[in-house]
């Protein structure tokens, strides 16, 4: 016999009530797994962001130590411009001229096969030149 505060169970009411709790401890699971994944990552960023101060510096010295032997104006994007911006407000370069100077340098280097036949066509240039100055030598002295 039941009284009116007990439920009557015919077993599907079972049912519904394990379902409910299968669907909130999955979701309880998958928060705890959401939390600990956040956990893992917040406690690399200290890491992360020292590897990063390590390149920034690595970078600055580079750019410092390089030779400053001529003083070139040159005009730029103003796309250029914004992106030599963001390099010196990040702190990577002191000035927009570092951070030019230094993605100059960058620039040959990576070009280093273009430069290389610049410099055998300049020589090939200069070997005809010679070549026509010593045919005007030979008709002035005859």
Known sequence: MSTPFESQNNGSDTKD???????????????S??????RDMAARI???????????SRTIE????AKDDYMLAVKVSPD???????????????TRAEAAA???DEGIRVQGALFERVEQKLA???????????????????
Do not use: C, W, Y
Not at 17 to 31: F, I, M, P, S, Y
Not at 33 to 38: E, L, P, R, T
Not at 124 to 142: D, H, K, Q
């Open 80 to 94: 250029a411009q914004v992106k030599l911006g963001q390099l010196v407000q990040a702190g990577v370069f002191g």
């Open 124 to 142: 090939e240039i200069e070997r005809l030149r010679a070549e026509l100055r010593g045919m005007v030598g030979e008709n002035r002295s005859t």
């Open 62 to 65: 580079r750019a410092i130590s």
């Open 17 to 31: 009530e394990l379902l409910v709790h299968n669907d909130v401890a999955e979701r309880e699971g998958e928060r």
């Open 33 to 38: 797994h959401a939390g600990s994944s956040v």
């Open 102 to 104: 230094f993605l100059i």
């Open 46 to 56: 200290p890491e992360q962001l020292s590897a990063i101060g390590r390149d920034i």
